[in-house]
């Protein structure tokens, strides 16, 4: 026994886990870039998916993700960034991050009655393309 208390052996691992955010098992329909695929499982920052066809990494894809509320289906519409593509059963295992969405930034529209064209430029009739 040591001479100044009791000493508790902790083993230190690294860190094997990289994501920022926990992973949920899901599996769901959903297409990617048009095509059908299954998520595997999602996170506030990525998913995986099975999908027919391999994508190479650092593509970007459009992901739909059709989900079920008060029985009626939702589609939610993002970007993600293919990290990995690997082989699996019946096609291949793809991992993505999801790209933030731009900010909108609202802006005001003046008023078409307020603004005097420039002299010699005809005011656009109403409803006129």
């Known amino acids: 026994m040591p001479e100044h208390g009791v000493t ?7 860190r094997r886990e990289r994501r920022e955010a926990e992973r949920f098992g899901a599996t769901m329909p959903v297409s990617v870039d048009g095509a059908p695929a299954t998520t595997r499982d999602i996170s506030a920052n990525g998913l995986s998916f099975l999908s027919e066809r391999s994508y190479e990494s650092g593509a970007r894809v459009q992901v739909v993700i059709e989900y079920l509320l008060d029985g009626q289906q939702y589609p939610l519409r993002c970007e993600a960034e293919v990290v990995r593509s690997e082989p699996a059963e019946g096609g291949f295992r793809i991992g993505a991050r999801l790209l933030p969405r731009p900010q909108l930034v609202p802006v ?5 009655d307020t603004v005097q064209p420039a002299a010699g430029v005809p005011r656009p009739l109403r409803g006129a393309p």
């Open 8 to 14: 508790i052996p902790v083993p230190l691992r690294p």
């Open 108 to 112: 005001s529209v003046a008023n078409a």
